[in-house]
């Protein structure tokens, strides 16, 4: 299950490294495409409500398999993409199909482990499917100057069948434990209630921007970013993405295993989300002109530099599964995959947000204004959480 995550974060970062190419053949502009991969997330968030309440209801295998069947149909109709409609339908059909792939695995693991174990199962779910992202860096970057850009997804296809083939195989049959034998409509009203509970409403505002800041970084703005500001390759920008990669898939096992050892999670949470915002903020002013190059005395700061906060910033945003195990602390067991969605949902209706929002910023201000933009909502973010998290 935790490859089906895996895959699901191989396709919402592949336009990261081939929207220049994905744009021309669609005759249309790097950045009107950028705001078209929003539709993926807003498709994904709005998943998260039926999906989380039909997991506590049906169980987390059938979900899986259901979901799985899906990724690879929109997987399919992405690769056929002939212009920006069909790309926007392929988009959408993935957002539905992938929204229950983190939720899966999380879900089966809450219900069957202690919230210590959780904290560092949590991680390492998270870890697996980063890889997803690392497969989207260069190895994606050499199919894609060998191949051109529907090779990826083509190559997703059969990794999904494969993935398909293996939870039907390997996951046990099992009955939903406590079972909600209430309506689909009122279970989904509970994953919202829940969500805007007062003693989730502070994981909530920081997941709105926790999230997004690491997956528009790394699925959509850092591929422009190394390429159009630092003049790199697509094979040196794919090399450069694919550290900031390992660094997103050894954090959350790191910071797992500490928040299991020592505890603190509000602490360590807040303090690395607070640690983001001032990592991105110094990429930004790395740029031609800007106070980092000034004081250096250069034209513009080396990627070198850009390669040691990314790497930074992969690992301090590794904090995020902790947020997932204090919603575990904080509900009982028959309600865990409704409040783990309503984060979930969280997450990536603040990532479709994010990234719509960021195409409009890098239109009007260009690049450094997206990283600034970024490190100021995870400023909000972390603020709004202490505020609502001091109890």
Same mark, same amino acid.
């Not at 998260?48 to 997987?75: C, E, H, K, N, Y």
């Not at 497969?135 to 993935?163: E, M, T």
């Not at 295993?257 to 607070?274: I, P």
């Not at 530099?305 to 902790?322: C, N, W």
């Given at each position: 299950? &935790?490859?089906? #995550?895996?895959?699901?974060?191989?396709?919402?970062?592949?336009?990261?490294?081939?929207?220049?190419?994905?744009?021309?053949?669609?005759?249309?502009?790097?950045?009107?495409? %950028?705001?078209?991969?929003?539709?993926? #997330?807003?498709?994904?968030?709005?998943?998260?409500?039926?999906?989380?309440?039909?997991?506590?209801?049906?169980?987390?295998?059938?979900?899986?398999?259901?979901? *799985?069947?899906?990724?690879?149909?929109?997987?399919? $109709?992405? &690769?056929?993409?002939?212009?920006?409609?069909?790309?926007?339908?392929?988009?959408?059909?993935?957002?539905?199909?992938?929204?229950?792939?983190?939720?899966?695995?999380?879900?089966?693991?809450?219900?069957?482990?202690?919230? &210590?174990?959780?904290?560092?199962?949590?991680?390492?779910?998270?870890?697996?499917?980063?890889?997803?992202?690392? *497969?989207?860096?260069?190895?994606?970057?050499?199919?894609?100057?060998?191949?051109?850009?529907?090779?990826?997804?083509?190559?997703?296809?059969? =990794?999904?069948?494969?993935?398909?083939?293996?939870?039907?195989?390997?996951?046990?049959?099992?009955?939903?434990?406590?079972?909600?034998?209430?309506?689909? *409509? #009122?279970?989904?009203?509970? $994953? @919202?209630?829940?969500? *805007?509970?007062?003693?989730?409403?502070?994981?909530? %505002?920081?997941?709105?921007?926790?999230?997004?800041?690491?997956?528009?970084?790394?699925?959509?703005?850092?591929?422009?970013?190394?390429?159009?500001?630092? /003049?790199?390759?697509?094979?040196? %920008?794919?090399? $450069?993405?694919?550290?900031?990669?390992?660094?997103?898939?050894?954090?959350?096992?790191?910071?797992?295993? =500490?928040?299991?050892?020592?505890?603190?999670?509000?602490?360590? $949470?807040?303090?690395? #989300?607070?640690? /983001?915002?001032?990592?991105?903020?110094?990429?930004?002013?790395?740029?031609?002109?800007?106070?980092?190059?000034?004081?250096?005395?250069?034209?513009?700061?080396?990627?070198?530099?850009?390669?040691?906060?990314?790497? @930074?910033?992969?690992?301090?945003?590794? %904090?995020?599964?902790?947020?997932?195990?204090?919603?575990?602390?904080?509900?009982? /067991?028959?309600?865990?995959?409704?409040?783990?969605?309503?984060?979930?949902?969280?997450?990536?209706?603040? /990532?479709?947000?994010?990234?719509?929002?960021?195409?409009?910023?890098?239109?009007?201000?260009?690049?450094?204004?997206?990283?600034?933009?970024?490190?100021?909502?995870?400023?909000?973010?972390?603020?709004? =959480?202490?505020?609502?998290?001091?109890?």
């Amino acid at each position: 299950m &935790a490859c089906g #995550h895996m895959l699901s974060t191989l396709l919402r970062t592949i336009p990261a490294i081939s929207l220049d190419l994905m744009a021309h053949d669609f005759g249309t502009s790097p950045q009107a495409l %950028a705001s078209l991969t929003s539709i993926y #997330h807003f498709s994904f968030a709005a998943s998260q409500v039926p999906v989380g309440a039909a997991m506590d209801r049906f169980g987390v295998r059938p979900v899986s398999l259901s979901l *799985l069947a899906g990724t690879v149909i929109g997987t399919l $109709v992405s &690769a056929l993409a002939i212009g920006p409609a069909t790309f926007v339908l392929g988009q959408f059909l993935l957002g539905v199909a992938t929204s229950g792939m983190l939720m899966c695995p999380m879900t089966l693991a809450a219900k069957q482990m202690s919230a &210590a174990k959780f904290g560092l199962w949590s991680g390492m779910i998270l870890s697996i499917g980063n890889i997803g992202m690392l *497969l989207s860096s260069s190895p994606l970057a050499f199919v894609v100057d060998q191949f051109g850009w529907r090779a990826g997804f083509w190559l997703s296809a059969g =990794f999904g069948i494969a993935v398909l083939i293996a939870v039907f195989l390997l996951v046990p049959r099992q009955p939903a434990a406590h079972a909600d034998d209430s309506s689909p *409509l #009122h279970q989904m009203v509970e $994953v @919202l209630r829940l969500g *805007l509970s007062r003693g989730l409403r502070g994981l909530i %505002a920081l997941s709105l921007v926790s999230l997004g800041a690491s997956l528009a970084l790394r699925g959509l703005w850092g591929g422009p970013w190394l390429m159009d500001v630092k /003049a790199l390759s697509r094979i040196e %920008a794919g090399n $450069v993405l694919g550290l900031f990669t390992l660094a997103m898939i050894v954090g959350p096992i790191c910071i797992g295993a =500490f928040d299991r050892r020592f505890g603190h999670r509000r602490t360590v $949470v807040a303090a690395a #989300h607070a640690l /983001a915002a001032l990592l991105l903020a110094l990429m930004a002013a790395g740029a031609p002109h800007f106070p980092v190059s000034n004081l250096v005395g250069v034209a513009v700061m080396p990627s070198q530099y850009d390669l040691v906060l990314l790497i @930074l910033i992969g690992f301090v945003t590794s %904090a995020q599964p902790l947020l997932f195990g204090m919603t575990r602390q904080l509900v009982d /067991a028959q309600n865990t995959g409704k409040a783990l969605s309503a984060v979930n949902l969280a997450f990536f209706l603040g /990532a479709a947000f994010m990234q719509s929002t960021t195409a409009g910023v890098a239109a009007l201000f260009g690049l450094p204004a997206v990283l600034l933009f970024m490190a100021g909502a995870l400023v909000i973010g972390t603020a709004l =959480f202490l505020i609502y998290t001091r109890a």
